[in-house]
């Protein structure tokens, strides 16, 4: 299958290794005992790219899902399906790679040499496929989280976007492995974006009224004078936040082992895990993109 070419680069500055590398050089030399322990702000370079979701992407792309609906009753094999069904709108983040045999890439691949599925990004129109168990189960999810934690008129809102007919809502998934930085959406939603436009033109089920998102975030206890404090998993989507136009937010900590995955401190406080969901315009989101692709810049050239 061929690449999509929205190559990212993920990299730890040169000068923070260094001076790692110092620290642990004049440190307690009971760390040399210990050579496997977590110090913190370590890190790799990693090449990524957006590729076509394929057949062998499944079990990847289902453990990205399981993450966001974490044991949320979703039948996240059917979901991944759809995924992989509608290649032509999507991608799924994988580690780059370079073709020895120097084969077209325009030519169909049978196997994928990288079979880790690190994040992925699509649109799933919500509309046209509501006799979908996984669809029903997704809303009725939404619903049953909305009546609980939304306002009424938040409900009413999600209701029309979602069961009334009048309006074609999809759901935007923008889920990746932790600690993979911001900049690896700008290439992806940009492609994504360009997909949708695309397959308007040729009369697909891609015009869409709003998105359905679900933010994952975590949040650290207030502790005396200092505020409760509120950490993205994916930063820019703060962002989308800010450009919604309905919301509700609810507690996953009893579904989660733990608040988050990836390698703790001793002194890192346990975070409460929530979802934020979101119904953002579909006119709204390439404005969103443009402000993060110049915040991603910004901070690139700092």
């Known amino acids: 299958m061929t690449s999509k070419k ?5 990299k730890e500055q040169a000068e923070a290794q260094q001076m790692d590398a110092k620290t642990d050089s004049e440190g307690d030399s009971s760390d040399d005992e210990n050579p496997d322990i977590y110090k913190g702000d370590e890190g790799i370079t990693v090449d990524f790219e ?9 079990d990847g792309i289902k453990q990205m899902l399981g993450q966001l609906f974490v044991k949320a009753h979703i039948d996240l094999n059917e979901l991944s399906g759809i995924i992989i069904g509608q290649n032509y709108v999507g991608s799924v983040l994988k580690q780059a790679y370079t073709d020895d045999d120097d084969e077209d890439e325009d030519d169909e691949m ?20 509501q006799d ?6 997704l809303q009725k999810m939404v619903f049953e989280k ?25 759901l935007l998934l923008n889920e990746r492995f932790v600690n993979i930085p911001a900049a690896v959406c700008v290439p992806m939603f940009e492609n994504l974006l360009t997909e949708i436009e695309r397959a308007k033109t040729k009369g697909m089920p891609y015009k869409f009224d709003y998105f359905l998102v679900f933010v994952k975030y975590y949040q650290k206890a207030a502790s005396g004078a200092k505020a409760a404090e509120v950490l993205y998993s994916n930063d820019e989507e703060e962002y989308f936040i800010k450009d919604c136009a309905a919301s509700f937010d609810y507690s996953v900590q009893k579904e989660t ?12 406080e346990e975070l409460q ?24 810049a910004s901070a690139t050239n700092n």
């Not at 929205?6 to 993920?10: D, L, Q, T």
């Not at 979602?162 to 809502?169: A, E, F, H, M, Q």
């Not at 082992?257 to 890192?268: M, R």
């Open 6 to 10: 929205v190559k990212v680069e993920s």
């Open 50 to 58: 957006g590729r076509n979701p394929i057949d062998s992407d499944l």
């Open 110 to 129: 049978e196997e994928d040499p990288c079979q880790v599925v690190f994040g992925v990004t699509t649109a799933i129109n919500l509309a046209n496929k």
């Open 132 to 137: 979908l168990n996984c669809v029903k189960q």
């Open 146 to 170: 909305a009546e609980k934690y939304a306002t009424e008129s938040v409900l009413a809102q999600f209701r029309e976007a979602l069961t009334s007919g009048n309006k074609c809502t999809a």
């Open 257 to 268: 082992t733990t608040a988050l995955a990836g390698n703790w401190l001793e002194e890192d």
């Open 273 to 296: 895990p929530f979802r934020k969901v979101l119904l953002i315009e579909a006119s709204k989101l390439p404005e969103t993109i443009n402000t993060i692709k110049s915040l991603v």
